[in-house]
């Protein structure tokens, strides 16, 4: 028992006298006299009377009063700490020696003083410090995730980890692809598959004027041109490779193994092209001041997303391709190339009209940069910017604007994009519409443009708050006129906000509040509050607030889909990436290692998700209430989101007072706020300034976290020791 070699023995140890000439711990004689003041290891153990025995007459030397043995200072054990001081009763360490101080004494049989308290007490007054180090140490051991990487890294396989990682990904899909997906065998209108496969077909045989007015009844095309072009290549290669799979008229409905496989595989491919480069790149910017093994492990959590795979894989869709370039655009920002960054976010509104959720953040941030800059190089930068977005967008309407189509074309992409004639919602979404109409009849009480409009101020204000943070972000380290000189040297493109840390709390808190308040709302958009959660919780700490918040959302998520998944048949694979992905990450859901809101906020949503599956097994719904499960779904679903709405908001605020507070703007501490950082941090022999390192460990999600928990720690060890 390590706590028990610790402890000085209860009786004196006898020694022999003798020379040691070497000695691998070190050891050796010291021979001083009897008086000296101050001893370098005072009241230890080890110490006896001096013996003329015990002296080689060989060394010629006088005879000492007293024969010391210093020693290297063994390692401290946690009882030798002084946390071991408060919890044993003993003295304080004398301010010479680690050991504890003991009265003088020129005796060779020195008893150390007994310790009263039993070891039950060491136990029963365990500190919050220690139960901290052994829950990080008990997620470690939990995760299979770091447990898999420690145990590549240690075996100089690191260069293989991601590799590995993205074919076994690939193969978890895979195995998705074989089970049901949305529609299967259910004429006459089917499902998403369906509407996916129709698209391509459509795209390949019909001129691009028609794309938007085809046949609205039977899966109208309704979103953005890219997902017309996407279909529209996907349909020539399975064209290629089998043309009856895309027969206008003739192949509604189609559900042959071959084409299942071809459809499978395009979603396999997207992710390959767009969603896993974007992952790469993500690990390697946002993390890059954080070691390798930290990098792969934040891999292997975004990789695994178990919602994500669901709805792609299993239920059938391409929302990682909108997800892939908005993660791309944060890529390029987080490395001060917003012009890049600019284009990808493009191309994800033009891939998917969801990605608006993000537009607030992102065109907010983008501003606060611009007013960081200052006059001359922020006006540069918006004038570049809005060239930049509207010739993207321009491109990418280009087809349905003159010469090549009448001037009234442009309006029937518009009006299938945004289908206000749908109404609120249509189906159990956990969002504040649906969960409040169970008790209030909106659409008896209101219009729909009425709701339209309620909708609309609702998700204003629920975004305001990141608008402000950020706004105010760049009014605080904007760049005073006389100091504008000195930034002239590097490219505007290329200079880092200072704020970017805002980013991913802006994110969250900007689609958290479209999916909540905004109108027609579906229950796979909880994919885009997803994505920055996710994003935080890849670089924080085992059971710190962002990781428990990122966990619970996720697998809230999931559940919050069960009447989706359950209606596609999609049961196993419900239950087998949950578990998955929950291994991975090392998460337990009824063990908290601490009691706080939200490890009890976890427990309780937890334990009612079970108790509902298992009525929901066990017990069928009455005739009069048919839909009482998808309801009881929404109303566990919808207070989890709501609370991680308000906790964003808290979140960015912190983070925002955390880069310097509500002071003054144009700070003189401000004004290298926006050097410039490559994609890339040098390891050579270039010197770094401190507030440069500071920069770059900063656009590291997960600095801060990491950050304030050391702070933490340190506080209530000192606290501790001053007990």
Request: aromatic letters at 12%; a positive charge.
């Amino acid at each position: 028992m390590d706590e028990l070699s610790a402890l000085p023995p209860e009786e004196p140890r006898r020694r022999t006298s003798r020379l040691r000439t070497s000695s691998s711990t070190g050891l050796r004689f010291v021979y001083a006299p009897s008086a000296s003041p101050v001893s370098a290891r005072a009241g230890s153990p080890f110490r006896t009377s001096a013996s003329t025995s015990a002296i080689p007459p060989a060394l010629n030397r006088p005879t000492p009063d007293k024969l010391e043995i210093h020693a290297p200072t063994p390692r401290r054990h946690l009882l030798d700490t002084s946390a071991s001081q408060h919890w044993l009763r003993t003295p304080p360490l004398s301010p010479v020696s680690s050991r504890g101080a003991s009265p003088a004494s020129t005796t060779a049989s020195h008893r150390p003083r007994k310790h009263t308290p039993s070891f039950s007490t060491l136990f029963e007054h365990e500190t919050e410090h220690a139960r901290l180090r052994r829950s990080k140490a008990h997620a470690d051991d939990t995760s299979m995730g770091k447990r898999w990487v420690r145990w590549m890294h240690k075996r100089s396989l690191r260069a293989w980890v991601v590799p590995v990682a993205v074919c076994a990904v690939v193969l978890v899909k895979m195995a998705l692809g074989l089970g049901s997906y949305s529609g299967k065998g259910t004429p006459p209108m089917y499902g998403d598959y369906e509407a996916q496969r129709h698209w391509m077909e459509l795209t390949l045989h019909l001129p691009f004027r028609q794309w938007y007015t085809y046949d609205l009844q039977y899966w109208g095309l309704d979103y953005p041109p890219l997902t017309a072009y996407v279909s529209w290549i996907c349909g020539i290669v399975g064209s290629w490779i089998e043309p009856s799979w895309f027969a206008l008229g003739t192949s509604r409905g189609i559900e042959t193994q071959g084409s299942k496989v071809f459809m499978r595989m395009s979603v396999i491919a997207m992710d390959l092209l767009v969603y896993i480069p974007a992952l790469v790149m993500f690990a390697g910017t946002w993390q890059r001041t954080r070691s390798k093994r930290t990098q792969h492990i934040a891999l292997l959590t975004l990789l695994f997303q178990p919602a994500l795979l669901l709805i792609d894989s299993g239920h059938f869709q391409y929302n990682s391709v909108m997800l892939g370039f908005t993660l791309l655009a944060l890529n390029f920002f987080a490395t001060g190339q917003d012009l890049l960054g600019a284009v990808c976010f493009v191309l994800s509104l033009a891939f998917k009209q969801m990605a608006l959720y993000y537009a607030p953040a992102i065109g907010t941030y983008l501003l606060a940069k611009c007013i960081f800059l200052g006059r001359a190089k922020g006006t540069t930068l918006f004038i570049h910017l809005a060239s930049v977005t509207a010739a993207t967008f321009l491109l990418l309407f280009l087809p349905f604007l003159p010469p090549f189509a009448p001037v009234t074309t442009i309006l029937d992409p518009i009006t299938r994009i945004f289908p206000f004639a749908r109404g609120l919602f249509e189906d159990k979404v956990a969002n504040f519409w649906c969960a409040s109409n169970v008790v209030f009849k909106w659409k008896n009480w209101a219009s729909s443009a009425s709701l339209i409009r309620l909708s609309t101020a609702l998700t204003v204000l629920g975004f305001l708050p990141s608008v402000f943070v950020l706004l105010q972000a760049g009014f605080k380290f904007r760049t005073q006129p006389s100091n504008e000189a000195q930034r002239s040297g590097g490219a505007t493109e290329t200079i880092q906000a200072p704020f970017l840390p805002l980013l991913p709390y802006a994110l969250l808190n900007s689609s958290m509040s479209f999916f909540l308040f905004s109108f027609q709302v579906h229950e796979k958009t909880i994919l885009l509050p997803l994505l920055p959660i996710t994003l935080l919780l890849s670089g924080a700490h085992a059971y710190s607030a962002v990781y428990s918040w990122g966990v619970l959302v996720n697998n809230v998520a999931v559940f919050s889909m069960w009447p989706l998944l359950k209606r596609d048949g999609l049961g196993i694979q419900y239950i087998a990436t949950l578990l998955l992905w929950n291994r991975l990450v090392g998460h337990n859901p009824f063990q908290a290692p601490k009691r706080s809101f939200i490890h009890i906020l976890s427990a309780a949503v937890y334990a009612a998700a079970i108790i509902l599956h298992l009525l929901e097994m066990v017990i069928t719904p009455p005739a009069r209430y048919p839909d009482i499960y998808p309801v009881l779904n929404v109303l566990l679903s919808t207070p989890v989101f709501g609370l991680t709405w308000l906790w964003s908001i808290k979140k960015e605020m912190e983070v925002g007072w955390a880069l310097g507070g509500p002071g003054p703007a144009n700070s003189s501490s401000n004004i290298d706020a926006g050097k410039r950082l490559s994609a890339s941090v040098s390891v050579g022999n270039d010197r770094v300034s401190p507030a440069e390192s500071f920069r770059q460990r900063a656009a590291s999600l997960g600095f801060a976290q990491a950050k304030r928990r050391t702070r933490a720690e340190s506080s209530r060890a000192s606290s501790v020791a001053g007990d």
